[in-house]
């Protein structure tokens, strides 16, 4: 590959997926190195004074600042935007701040916004708490009751907020009925992707108009650092989101952005093998406890839809072992599985979202939400299936089943 195929978008919209993850968004120095360099520079020097200011100005290609440009983060924006499907990509420090990004960016004060109900207790936390701050309305639905997006429409409403399958319940939201009805209406959808990622669900295929991600899961894979991202037009990343993030700074910072870059070179692989096992586990624990809820099983209520839009289930469900002590005495009986209130790692995780991701919600928010005191999440790994299962078991016993 020439040192600058990877970021020639006449080039790279031939490959295939597997090739994009792996090759796309690669740029070499003129030393030739294989794996990509990491640039750990706040700013850049230039050889003469009007090529400072042709940058400034826009009128000359090239870096100015770390909080707007850098090669290493420029790449990864660039393989992630492949991958995706999307014109254009900005990286973030963290998931959340991709959420925030993709919200505050275009919302103003006397904008209506509508969410998907089940979503991550931060997300939530922005819906109910920090946009009513600066005077935009959310309104809260059923994200799976498609009626419900229709009802929540305002002359005002600017933006439906999703998640799908949704962080902990694995609701899923149809795409094509909800960005359609949105599109008809004016109205942007953004959709938080995290749980599938573009390997596995590609929200634009099905006319959402931004997806946002925590880079933290899945397309880091290992546990290792934080990162987010937003996809979308180069008109909205550019014109909308650039001035907010280039002003409010929730930058990537280079050697994250290369982590995560190496990582998505895995991303197929290690997802579609994940969501394999997470499906032979779904299937072991179901029976065995009172509720599963996981999108890849026929007794999931949108199982069919989820089949629709979805390649593969992804490496996440949950169950419900009926209280807070059975929870817990189930965790605690793990010895394989680690207790974590992470997700996308390779290594399998549980955790108890009442007491960890959506603990700072209301109790009544949670039960609306469907997050009870003996629901558990799950997070599998690329173990030996038959390892998680002999782990499992044990800990389904110590809990009383």
């Keep these: 590959m020439k040192k600058t195929t990877g970021m020639n978008r006449a080039a790279t919209r031939t490959w295939r997926p597997a090739t994009r993850a792996v090759r796309g968004g690669a740029w070499r120095s003129e030393h030739g190195e294989t794996s990509e360099a990491l640039f750990l520079t706040s700013g850049y020097s230039y050889d003469d004074a009007a090529t400072v200011a042709a940058r400034f100005a826009g009128e000359a290609e090239g870096m100015t600042y770390s909080r707007l440009q850098n090669p290493t983060v420029a790449m990864l924006e660039e393989r992630i935007a492949l991958i995706e499907g999307a014109e254009a990509c900005r990286a973030q420090a963290s998931g959340m701040a991709a959420m925030t990004a993709a919200l505050l960016c275009q919302l103003s004060q006397g904008d209506h916004l509508v969410a998907g109900r089940a979503a991550f207790g931060s997300c939530r936390w922005l819906v109910d708490h920090l946009c009513p701050r600066f005077g935009i309305e959310a309104t809260v639905i059923d994200g799976t009751d498609d009626a419900a997006w229709e009802a929540a429409i305002r002359p005002n409403t600017k933006v439906f907020f999703f998640e799908t399958p949704a962080n902990p319940t694995l609701d899923v939201v149809d795409l094509e009925f909800v960005c359609g009805l949105a599109k008809a209406h004016g109205i942007t959808t953004v959709v938080d ?165 959506h603990a700072s919600m209301t109790d009544e928010a949670r039960a609306e939400m469907g997050v009870g005191e003996g629901l558990l999440r799950f997070n599998v790994g690329l173990e030996d299936p038959e390892d998680l299962k002999e782990d499992l078991d044990r800990a389904l016993a110590a809990a009383g089943f």
């Design 193 to 357: 992707n995290a749980f599938a990622t573009a390997v596995l669900q590609r929200p634009m295929e099905f006319g959402a108009d931004v997806v946002a991600y925590s880079a933290t899961k899945l397309m880091d894979g290992q546990g290792r650092v934080l990162a987010g991202a937003v996809c979308g037009t180069r008109e909205f990343i550019d014109e909308v989101l650039l001035p907010f993030q280039r002003n409010t700074g929730p930058n990537l910072s280079p050697f994250n952005a290369w982590v995560v870059h190496k990582g998505l070179e895995t991303l197929p692989l290690r997802a579609h093998r994940q969501s394999e096992n997470a499906l032979e586990l779904g299937r072991f624990v179901e029976g065995r406890v009172p509720r599963v809820l996981h999108p890849g099983l026929e007794s999931h209520p949108r199982h069919a839809i989820a089949a629709k839009q979805m390649d593969a289930f992804g490496p996440i469900f949950a169950f419900d072992v009926e209280s807070r002590e059975k929870a817990f005495a189930l965790l605690d009986a793990l010895e394989l599985i680690d207790l974590s209130n992470n997700i996308g790692d390779a290594r399998s995780l549980m955790c108890h979202p009442a007491s960890t991701t």
